[in-house]
């Protein structure tokens, strides 16, 4: 069984004459483990596809179905939930809080699900030592650098322990040398931690290091297509180098 698949998935905006049909019939589905990178031009629907996998946004028809749960079935309360329990999120933005340190950060989702702050905390430390930012735990966001920002996110989406990690451009406001560090770091965490992530890129290069390739055009899966398999490392090697 897929971990998460889309059955004939439609989105539209607007109404009408002036109504917009974003996504015509995806049929997707993605395993347990996979590191699988959606690139398409701007309007092709890779990022609206990647909004409704994660129950942000619903489709106009078709369904979602996450470890054979469909998100059509679920109430508000309930997507939220899932969302919050069985989905880790990457933003290009990075979306932290900007008064909360790298561990609050982290631990937010935790607090947020009713677990004490103690333990919250306790499995925070943990993600953030995923990612070597533990040395950075107690710094606010403006402490860090873009790369070091995007590390603390990535720990804050594998903190739940989530099935799935959607990431939407999560190299886009990063230098080369940071995304390829963030880069390395999303396919390791495949390797290593079998973590399953369904990323959308601009970037050819960032693409190249997913598992496979899904290109979009005009609101339709043009190309789906394994690449080569990600590159061993040493069993146990930390995430990243320890400079930044």
Not at 23 to 34: F, K, M, N
Not at 98 to 121: K, M, Y
């Amino acid at each position: 069984m897929a971990l998460i698949e889309t059955r004939q998935l439609t989105k539209n905006f607007g109404e009408s004459e002036i109504q917009v049909q974003v996504l015509r019939g995806v049929d997707l589905s993605i395993h347990a483990g996979e590191f699988v990178a959606i690139m398409g031009p701007s309007g092709s629907g890779k990022s609206t596809l990647l909004s409704i996998l994660g129950g942000i946004e619903s489709p106009s028809s078709g369904d979602v179905l996450l470890e054979g749960v469909s998100l059509a079935s679920l109430d508000d309360d309930q997507r939220t939930l899932l969302r919050r329990r069985r989905i880790g999120f990457i933003f290009q933005s990075f979306n932290l809080m900007q008064t909360l340190s790298a561990i609050e950060n982290v631990a937010l989702p935790l607090e947020l699900d009713g677990v004490s702050r103690s333990e919250a905390f306790d499995r925070a430390r943990v993600s953030l030592d995923r990612v070597e930012m533990l040395r950075r735990a107690d710094h606010i966001p403006a402490k860090l650098s873009g790369g070091e920002q995007q590390r603390v996110a990535i720990a804050r989406a594998l903190v739940t322990k989530p099935a799935i990690i959607l990431a939407d451009e999560p190299t886009g406001n990063l230098d080369s040398r940071q995304g390829a560090r963030v880069t390395e770091l999303l396919k390791q965490l495949v390797r290593e931690q079998s973590q399953t992530i369904v990323m959308v890129t601009h970037d050819a290069h960032v693409a190249e290091s997913a598992s496979r390739l899904i290109c979009f055009r005009d609101g339709l899966i043009e190309s789906d297509q394994q690449q080569t398999d990600l590159d061993g490392t040493h069993q146990g090697a930390p995430l990243l180098g320890a400079s930044e």
